[in-house]
């Protein structure tokens, strides 16, 4: 249960970062990209991360069983891992003088 807000909360980590006014002009979508990537590749051998929580339910329903139960964890997680990265952010690259 800890991979999902884990892995979204570094990835909005990166988003906020690439697109911050400090962050070079340009390069926020590689960041996002290889952010994705990475997250991607340690989330699927853990929880088959869908990263998107809608491409998760679609399985979720027609496999049935046990399955529908654990749409929770693919809704609730990544709204905990963004509100402590929305939280955490500020702390981590302070703030900015000419803003």
Do not use: C, H
């Amino acid at each position: 249960m800890t991979a999902e807000p884990l892995l979204t909360f570094f990835f909005l980590m990166i988003i906020l970062g690439a697109t911050g006014k400090r962050a070079p002009a340009g390069f926020a979508p590689v960041a996002a990209g290889l952010g994705l990537t990475l997250i991607r590749l340690i989330g699927i051998p853990v929880t088959n991360v869908p990263v998107n929580p809608a491409r998760s339910t679609e399985p979720a329903l027609f496999a049935g069983g046990w399955a529908p139960r654990q749409l929770w964890l693919f809704r609730v997680a990544p709204l905990i891992g963004g509100a402590l990265a929305g939280l955490g952010y500020p702390a981590v690259a302070g703030t900015d003088k000419d803003a």
